[in-house]
């Protein structure tokens, strides 16, 4: 037992060995204790669409960290710094107070870190339910106030810091910047300016989650509207990230309120066509688009000869597909593009060749 009793760095053994037991129980039972928090806390605000599996894996690593933290707080109950480093005082600048603020921020990290996870998570439940009503207006509530919390949660994690362990006055901070408080009111602006317009984008509903939108150059589906950005799905499947002030400061179309998307193309046909044959074509190409199952029928449009064009006798097709969905439009164009097709080709009628020019 004198073995226990000698010293090692002015620490006794038997407390080494109390420290090292404890940072190995630690690494031991965290998994097991960090499962069982998650499972007392999905009981509470679990939803059957979202699996406990889910939810470990969300909290599972913060946790787990925080609980180091804790065992090795209770560790190094049993050591000391030997006096024969002649350290200062842990008020005093030196090893001790680096060490300790190191601790204090990380550890203040990591209860911030298990927080936004739970609002992550939190948001997912709402998320699925969200899915399940008919109106689409609480799916974009849901990300936009989500992210609103991530980011207002992390300022205050910022401010903590600062206040409780570096001992800073953030009331003074914040009022006494003066140039500096400019510097990044300045840099901030763009940001302020984001946050403004996804308030008036909430508040006017110009267009929910799963609209058909087009601005400047971008046509898509909107995927999410968040608290800087909107994120844009076009047709051929890239994502758009538009800030949110450029869709209040330019004209955006809503394609998704529309009743009807309308289709509207020009035939050229050569000039030698007679005029009869030119009727038979047009009246031809308004019962096959008259017939089709897509047309929006109180307004399906009007097939015309338009006039003599320059080296061609041209007609005019406009129709109404009877949809806002971008796939069952370019469907609809497609199948009455190869029934005017052919159309020409059975009446004897060639396309005219395009007129180059000098």
């Not at 974009?140 to 992210?147: A, H």
Request: with cysteine; charged share 20%; aromatic share 10%.
């Amino acid at each position: 037992m004198e073995f226990l009793e000698s010293e090692i760095l002015e620490n006794k053994v038997n407390d080494i060995l109390w420290f090292i037991g404890i940072i190995i129980v630690g690494l031991l039972i965290k998994r097991l204790l960090s499962i069982s928090l998650s499972k007392i806390l999905y009981r509470f605000i679990r939803h059957d669409k979202v699996s406990f599996h889910t939810c470990i894996e969300m909290l599972r690593k913060p946790v787990e960290l925080f609980i180091i933290l804790l065992m090795v707080y209770i560790a190094f109950q049993y050591l000391h710094f030997p006096t024969s480093w002649n350290l200062v005082a842990r008020e005093t600048f030196g090893l001790r107070m680096v060490v300790l603020k190191c601790y204090q921020c990380i550890l203040i990290f990591s209860i911030s870190w298990i927080l936004i996870r739970l609002i992550k998570f939190i948001a997912l439940i709402f998320q699925e339910r969200a899915a399940l009503t008919e109106t689409k207006l609480d799916d974009q509530f849901v990300p936009f106030f989500k992210d609103l919390a991530i980011v207002t949660l992390s300022v205050t994690t910022f401010f903590t810091m600062l206040g409780i362990v570096f001992k800073i006055d953030v009331v003074a901070l914040v009022t006494g910047l003066g140039i500096g408080g400019l510097a990044i009111a300045l840099a901030a602006k763009e940001t302020l300016e984001n946050l403004f317009a996804s308030l008036m984008l909430f508040m006017d509903l110009p267009f929910v989650v799963g609209d058909n939108i087009q601005i400047d150059k971008v046509t898509g589906d909107v995927e999410k509207i968040g608290f800087r950005s909107t994120r844009v799905k076009t047709v051929d499947g890239s994502v758009v990230t538009i800030p949110n002030r450029l869709l209040t400061a330019q004209a955006l179309e809503n394609m998704s309120t529309r009743q009807f998307r309308r289709v509207k193309s020009s035939i050229r046909l050569q000039q030698d066509t007679p005029a009869d044959t030119i009727q038979k074509i047009v009246s031809e190409i308004q019962e096959t688009v008259m017939a089709h199952k897509n047309i929006y029928t109180p307004d399906p449009g009007v097939t015309r000869f338009d006039g003599i064009g320059d080296g061609s006798l041209d007609i005019q097709v406009a129709y109404n597909v009877d949809s806002n969905n971008v796939v069952i439009l370019n469907t609809t164009r497609e199948e009455i593009n190869y029934k005017i097709v052919d159309i020409v080709e059975r009446n004897g009628a060639k396309f005219a060749n395009p007129v180059g020019r000098l």
